[in-house]
């Protein structure tokens, strides 16, 4: 099939029969931390999982990530925070806004409020394995060339001509993913309009005379910094000349170019361990759903890399996603559960576009800019100012609009200590959570979806909350009737 026709929903099959077998429940294309994330999620509910993955090796090069609060939340509800905290270095939860640098508000609300810097092959690998153990399989040098879907499925064709079948198809393959492009959904947004070059290499001058050079630019320009990354290595982060093909990778000479142009010389850069190159796109899938393709992380959202948040927020729709598309596959969804997959999802990326935006116009040399981050870093100096900036950054301040309620209804519950350890400790397997503070209600016929905890001990200012696996309240209250109407809205139909 060299040219294969997609609708914007599935089209009827074209027989009773169904000429090509269903070996996996949901193919994912790409193998990074959204797909991997996804994979495992996936698995807690025994779906059947293959990961696509077109790179044949990992990336040759050791970028370091930042893990923020809600991420780091969500590697404890299953398990995988010590693991994850063994390969990675804390730091404040502080100077993430622009680059502005001011201390992390006291008493945020999380047992995990830190960053955790990580190199990103290192937490690629840690997802994958994860979800490997858990039974997914992950195929490398598979690229997705085309694709089908129907009533029953979709059928998807690798470029060496294989053709697979899975139910669903989830395209975790980047901002230039090949299933958003395939599947015509549009990709609006703005284009770059400045570049900026990053690489790892050695340096000829002694350290100090870097550091100082350094400090005296950063004054006014945060693009620009030489960090020692160790083993004589700096990491070099420049502005480029103008806007280029990303497809082609810097030179040295491009580097020295800049280096030369802003700080008056080129610290004689030289054994370049990799060089690279990101912009300033911003852009939004019109949707993250046609039919039985989805789509996630950076094939649904692109952004300026500024604030650390992209690794994040794909993580986080990971979550949001795999319990709702294995409830999907194991046939107790309620009729719309798949579809707050987007109308959840969306508007947070929207959030994060919009203020990735305000950080790189905070991030100008010119005056009109340099004076508003001059006022904003005033306004930090306010504690809730601060907080509210650290918060929307580290994805802590999400609320789902659930209807109306308490405000804690459709925000993350924090880890708190419960008779049985730790709240995170129970959402190990991705199920619902009843914390029953009156030791009086039953999650009935719910029961092989939700866990059920009568602990009158918990710290809450609420009687009972119900928990979705993704750790959001979904419900608050005493009332036993109430109580089966809302696992019946996320949780489907009971059993007996």
Known sequence: MNSPQFTAEPSPSPSDADPYPVPYDVIIAGCGPTGAMLAAELRLHDVRVLV???????????RIVGLHIRSLELMAMRGLLDRVLEHGRRRPAAGFFAGISKPAPEG????????????????????????????????????????????????????DGERLRARYLVGCDGGRSAV??????????????????????????????????????????????????????????????????????????????????????????????????????TRLAERYRVGRVLLAGDAAHI???????????????????GWKLAAQIRGWAPETLLDTYQTERRPVAENVLDNTRAQMELHSTEPGPQALRRLLTEL????????????????????????????????????????????????????????????????????????HLADPTAVLDVPCVLLRPDGHVAWIGDDQQDLDDHLSRWFGEPVG
């Open 108 to 159: 945020l609300d999380s047992a995990h409020a830190y960053l955790l810097g990580i190199p990103h092959p290192v937490i690629v690998r840690l997802l994958e394995e994860h979800a490997v153990r858990l039974g997914a399989q992950v195929r490398r040098g598979c690229a997705v060339a085309g694709f089908e879907q129907d009533d029953e499925g979709v059928t998807v064709d690798l470029a």
């Open 380 to 451: 930090m100096d306010i504690d809730e100012v601060n907080r509210r900036l650290i918060e929307k950054i580290a994805a802590i301040d999400i609320r789902y609009d659930f209807g109306d309620g308490p405000d804690l209804l459709g925000r993350r519950l924090r880890d708190i200590e419960v008779k049985q350890g730790h709240l995170y400790g129970l959402l190990h397997r991705g199920r619902g959570l009843l914390l029953d503070r009156t030791a009086r209600l039953t999650v009935g016929g719910w029961s092989d979806r939700v866990d």
């Open 180 to 281: 958003r492009k395939l599947l015509g959904v549009g990709f609006p947004g703005e284009p770059s309009r400045t570049e900026t070059l990053m690489g790892e290499m050695e340096v000829g001058v002694p350290q100090e005379e870097v550091a100082a050079k350094v400090a005296e630019i950063g004054e006014t320009n945060k693009r620009f910094w030489l960090r020692p990354f160790g083993g004589g290595a700096y990491s070099v982060v420049v502005p480029a000349a103008g806007v280029g093909d990303r497809a082609e990778p810097p030179t040295l000479q491009d580097f020295k170019q800049q280096l030369r142009a802003i700080a008056g010389t080129d610290f004689g850069v030289h054994s370049p361990r990799w060089l690279s190159r990101f912009g300033d796109a």
């Open 52 to 62: 696509l993955e077109k790179e044949t090796e990992p990336a040759p090069f050791v």
């Open 303 to 321: 952004h300026p890399p500024t604030g650390g948040q992209g690794l994040n927020l794909g993580v986080q729709d990971a979550f949001n996603l």
